[in-house]
């Protein structure tokens, strides 16, 4: 089941040769510690570039955006069983 959320969250992300990858964000007091990182892409609405990072945590799949201009995280979606 898929679940809408566009929540803002703090991400702990390692930035490493032009690459970003998520490993820990903080989510309604809990933090949730990514174990892979399954698909990353990016969007344009305008200007504004986002690129997308589709998680697994704790047998849970969470898309994470970063949008590159106002250097905000968001949650967008949770997948559960």
């Given amino acids: 089941m898929s679940v809408?959320?566009?929540e803002p969250?703090?991400?702990v992300a390692v930035f490493e040769k032009g690459r970003i990858?998520?490993?820990l964000?903080?989510?309604?007091?809990k933090k949730i510690s990514i174990e892979n990182v399954s698909f990353t892409w990016q969007t344009m609405q305008g200007k504004e570039r986002s690129l997308h990072f589709t998680v697994v945590?704790?047998?849970t799949l969470y898309e994470l955006v970063f949008n590159t201009s106002s250097i905000v995280w968001n949650i967008e979606q949770i997948e559960t069983n």
Avoid at 25 to 29: G, N
């Fill in 4 to 6: 809408l959320i566009h």
């Fill in 9 to 11: 969250v703090a991400v």
């Fill in 57 to 59: 945590a704790a047998q």
């Fill in 21 to 23: 990858r998520p490993i």
């Fill in 25 to 29: 964000f903080r989510w309604k007091d």
